[in-house]
């Protein structure tokens, strides 16, 4: 576009059809511009106004149990917002002395994940997985156990809002969602934000930010939220496509050399905010999807280091039998043993060195070789704490449960079991 001469960065245009654009490469001669709509409207030729403001979004309460589009435009035909404000998409992430160490959980309602790999609020944990792996899953299960959690709370600053952001996800997967939500009552604390597979690229490259804003409503005024990405390999899919258009130098497997700044900056704003700054926080949990278990590759390797964490979960567990499909093993979590209940830190004791114990010797006892009395009974007990974690979908269990389980097993309450 020419002759925006005086345009900002990451400012919105729009075009003569209506259609709306944001400006990101600004040069000598022109302007690159990427466009939140169907490009077929637009011809050249055709005249382009600058809004004057940077790209924003609404947030607040009046979001709550809605279904929004990139831009917080509902897409649920139940009408405009009602009393909002507006809040930037991009902006600068909570510097150190405004934030404190975590030191509240986040139950997710899962016996694996509160046990083993405890989330605290204002930590970011990734979900990495194949396809198919039941990544989703978590995420969704952990929105449902916040009904009871939220029930529980005595004050408004205990209540854990959700924010759901589905990036290039079939339009069939979100209107399931939709469906499961209000189902177990849980669309009046959750926003759902969808950027799907049909719409245009810019618009799933946005989505995160636009979801971000929208948690951080929450969080700076006193509150808690929840920002689940899913996944954020498609918005850097999407951001590809949109600099290779636009232009910039490809680098490895042809992404643009700013693609780990892309989620770096996101995954930042996720914070537990000190006492003087209101307390508030905001958890993230991306979700980066893998090919064939690979970990190494590009996006994978950007994300795992900016993360306080990851859930990893495997195809061959999965296909097993054992679901949620979390390698327990390849599991951690950095910073939530410190928000971690004592009741469950006691609990579980070594829980997770005996699975490990017992699958070094579960691939000896395939061969059939003798083993002694107190290395039989080594599998015996690591079979029972393997079936432990399993759980059906949308059923997430009360914390105090978990712990009454968790403490059978673990002290051989359940070894004479069949």
């Known amino acids: 576009v020419y002759g925006l001469n005086e345009i900002q960065a990451g400012e919105m245009v729009e075009f003569a059809s209506g259609v709306k654009g944001i400006a990101l490469n600004l040069e000598n001669e022109n302007v690159g511009i990427v ?42 035909g139940m009408g405009a917002l009602s009393d909002h404000e507006r809040r930037r998409v991009e902006v600068k992430a909570p510097g150190i002395i405004e934030r404190q160490s975590v030191r509240e959980p986040m139950q997710t309602g899962f016996k694996a994940v509160d046990s083993l790999v405890p989330i605290g609020r204002g930590q970011r944990e990734l979900i990495i997985g194949d396809r198919q792996t039941g990544k989703t899953a978590i995420a969704i299960d952990t929105i449902l156990n916040q009904k009871q959690m939220n029930s529980r709370g005595t004050s408004e600053s205990e209540t854990l809002y959700c924010v759901y952001v589905a990036i290039g996800q079939k339009r069939s997967t979100v209107a ?15 926003i759902l934000v969808a950027a799907t597979a049909s719409d245009p690229a810019p618009l799933q490259f946005l989505a995160p930010y636009s979801g971000c804003a929208m948690g951080e409503y929450f969080r700076d005024n006193g509150m808690h939220a ?32 700013d693609v780990f700044y892309l989620h770096s900056r996101l ?16 958890t993230a949990l991306p979700v980066i ?3 064939a278990g690979d970990v190494s590759a590009y996006i994978p390797t950007n994300v795992i280091p900016i993360t306080d964490g990851q859930i990893c979960s495997e195809t061959e567990l999965f296909y097993r039998g054992i679901r949620p499909a979390i390698n327990v093993g390849l599991s951690v979590s950095r910073v939530g043993s410190a928000a971690q209940l004592r009741a469950m830190k006691q609990v579980r004791g070594s829980s997770k060195l005996e699975l490990a114990q017992y699958r070094e010797v579960a691939a000896f006892a395939q061969f059939g070789s003798d083993l002694d009395a107190a290395t039989q009974a080594l599998p015996n007990r690591g079979a029972r704490l393997t079936e432990v974690p399993k759980q059906p979908q949308y059923s997430p269990l009360p914390i105090e449960k978990q712990i009454v389980v968790i403490y059978a097993a673990v002290n051989g309450f359940c070894d004479r079991m069949p």
């Open 35 to 76: 466009v939140f709509g169907s490009d077929t409207a637009i011809q050249e030729g055709d005249l382009v106004k600058r809004t004057g403001s940077i790209v924003d979004v609404p947030a607040g309460k009046a979001m709550l149990g809605r279904v929004v589009d990139a831009l917080g435009v509902p897409i649920d």
């Open 176 to 190: 399931q969602l939709v469906q499961i939500l209000p189902e177990a009552n849980a669309f009046s604390y959750s």
């Open 226 to 257: 929840l920002i689940i990405y899913d996944d954020l390999s498609k918005q850097a899919v999407a951001y590809r496509q949109m600099s290779l258009l636009l232009r910039r130098p490809p680098g490895r497997e042809a992404f643009p050399g």
């Open 267 to 282: 995954l930042e704003r996720a914070a537990k905010r000190s006492d003087q700054t209101g307390a508030g926080s905001s």
């Open 289 to 291: 999807e893998t090919q």
